[in-house]
């Protein structure tokens, strides 16, 4: 059964800031793996998509990386801004069963 | 193009009652998937639907609990006999096909009393 955790649990910034967020997974066996932010009270918003062939991908500020025979993932914000402050929730796509698993999430504040 | 919409936004009902919740996924996308998000928990996966059916309902936590999708569009999620421990959000989202990014909807918050 996959199981994804996110370290650590929670973060705080200030701004312009580089950091990183780290996901986990058990179970290497995947299609791929995907980010999202949430916002309070709101829903998720997808961030990136990293397929299992893939080692990274790059949006604006944000970098995602995948190695999947060691089960990580990490996220990468550069520059980090007061607008960055979400949770960050990566979900796994495993080979053997047909749903996304989500990590507990990290919480981040940038501080202006 | 419009995303994913769900409705209603908020729903309170009192112990006992039905309630049915609506999901409207991004059109042309075949792959439909419930969620449930309780206060300060992780996300729960509920049910997968490919299409018309659903091939994982494993999440799905009691009976009281079902889901359906017609025309390979909109579905319903149905919790009957509500109890105080369904209150949560509940969250739909939408991918072109089941290896694909999925896009989420803003979730109905429901509030059994």
Redesign the interface.
């Given at each position: 059964k996959q199981e994804v955790t996110q370290i650590p649990a929670a973060l705080s910034v200030p701004e312009g800031e580089n950091l990183v967020l780290n996901c986990s997974f058990t179970d290497s066996a995947i299609?791929?793996l995907?980010w999202?932010r949430q916002d309070p009270g709101?829903?998720?918003?997808?961030l990136l998509?990293i397929q299992s062939s893939q080692r990274e991908q790059t949006s604006g500020r944000l970098n995602a990386s995948l190695d999947k025979s060691s089960g990580r993932s990490t996220l990468y914000i550069a520059a980090s801004q007061p607008g960055d402050s979400a949770t960050y929730?990566c979900?796994v796509?495993s080979i053997s069963?047909?749903?996304?698993?989500?990590?507990?999430?990290t919480r981040l504040s940038v501080l202006p | 193009g419009a995303g994913v919409s769900q409705s209603p936004s908020n729903k309170v009902t009192e112990k006992g009652k039905d309630v049915e919740l609506r999901c409207d996924p991004i059109s042309g996308h075949t792959a439909l998937y419930w969620y449930r998000q309780s206060l300060g928990q992780g996300l729960e996966f509920l049910i997968y639907f490919q299409g018309n059916s659903a091939p994982d309902k494993s999440g799905l936590p009691s009976d009281r609990f079902s889901a359906e999708r017609t025309g390979g569009s909109v579905s319903t999620l149905t919790i009957q006999r509500t109890q105080q421990e369904d209150s949560a959000v509940y969250l739909c989202a939408s991918s072109p096909g089941q290896y694909n990014e999925q896009f989420f909807g803003p979730g109905t918050r429901l509030t059994v009393l």
């Amino acid at each position: 059964k996959q199981e994804v955790t996110q370290i650590p649990a929670a973060l705080s910034v200030p701004e312009g800031e580089n950091l990183v967020l780290n996901c986990s997974f058990t179970d290497s066996a995947i299609y791929n793996l995907q980010w999202f932010r949430q916002d309070p009270g709101k829903g998720l918003t997808s961030l990136l998509l990293i397929q299992s062939s893939q080692r990274e991908q790059t949006s604006g500020r944000l970098n995602a990386s995948l190695d999947k025979s060691s089960g990580r993932s990490t996220l990468y914000i550069a520059a980090s801004q007061p607008g960055d402050s979400a949770t960050y929730l990566c979900a796994v796509k495993s080979i053997s069963g047909q749903n996304f698993v989500f990590g507990p999430g990290t919480r981040l504040s940038v501080l202006p | 193009g419009a995303g994913v919409s769900q409705s209603p936004s908020n729903k309170v009902t009192e112990k006992g009652k039905d309630v049915e919740l609506r999901c409207d996924p991004i059109s042309g996308h075949t792959a439909l998937y419930w969620y449930r998000q309780s206060l300060g928990q992780g996300l729960e996966f509920l049910i997968y639907f490919q299409g018309n059916s659903a091939p994982d309902k494993s999440g799905l936590p009691s009976d009281r609990f079902s889901a359906e999708r017609t025309g390979g569009s909109v579905s319903t999620l149905t919790i009957q006999r509500t109890q105080q421990e369904d209150s949560a959000v509940y969250l739909c989202a939408s991918s072109p096909g089941q290896y694909n990014e999925q896009f989420f909807g803003p979730g109905t918050r429901l509030t059994v009393l």
